[in-house]
């Protein structure tokens, strides 16, 4: 099965591996967060199915329960773990802690908390709303003619005096208003 993905996505090594890269710098709040494929997951211990059935380490929001250990085992875990299968009374605040960092990289707490990754979105929105304003100014300024004449109230207002004259419109226009018997506008 390796060896046919292998041939059929030769470069499947190298995405995970710029994936891998991105997500670790791009720390956002409640998206997956920390990913680790089959590359980085040689030698740590398989806990659980995952929440895709893969031996992978994600920490996320919605399944809070990885395939694997975030560390591998070494000399420190291995009396950790060993005491960890007695009482627990025995362990301190210490070991306790020192055993959950080695099966999860942070706490729910720092999970949610937050990470200023809206100032980004805040900045990204603000450069695009004001390209957009600096474009239309630009149209508006060197591209487009020049208004038509018919868009100036002085012509708006001639044409209603037109229309007062030749008694055009006198059911639906502004001739209805219009008193032609004291020539003045109807009150």
């Known amino acids: 099965v390796m060896l046919s993905r292998a041939l059929l996505f030769p470069r499947l090594g190298q995405l995970s591996a710029r994936?891998?890269?991105?997500?670790?710098?791009?720390?956002?709040?409640h998206h997956i967060e920390h990913w680790w494929g089959p590359e980085k997951a040689a030698g740590r211990e398989v806990v659980g199915f995952g929440s895709t059935g893969d031996e992978t380490y994600q920490d996320r929001l919605d399944y809070w329960y990885p395939a694997i250990r975030f560390r591998k085992e070494d000399g420190v875990s291995t009396p950790l773990r060993l005491k960890e299968k007695g009482d627990w009374k025995t362990l301190s605040a210490e070991d306790k802690k020192l055993l959950y960092r080695y099966s999860f990289r942070q706490t729910l707490a720092e999970f949610e908390a937050p990470s200023g990754y809206w100032k980004v979105m805040v900045a990204a929105i603000s450069l695009v709303i004001s390209f957009a304003t600096f474009y239309a100014v630009f149209l508006n300024l060197y591209v487009y003619p020049a208004v038509?004449?018919?868009?100036?109230n002085e012509y708006?207002?001639?044409q209603v005096q037109r229309q007062i004259?030749?008694?055009?419109?006198?059911?639906?226009?502004?001739?209805?208003?219009w008193?032609?018997?004291n020539n003045q506008w109807k009150k």
């Open 148 to 152: 038509p004449p018919t868009f100036q």
């Open 19 to 29: 994936s891998l890269q991105t997500s670790a710098c791009a720390k956002s709040g």
């Open 156 to 158: 708006k207002e001639a």
């Open 179 to 181: 008193d032609y018997e």
């Open 165 to 177: 004259v030749l008694e055009k419109g006198q059911f639906l226009g502004p001739a209805k208003y």
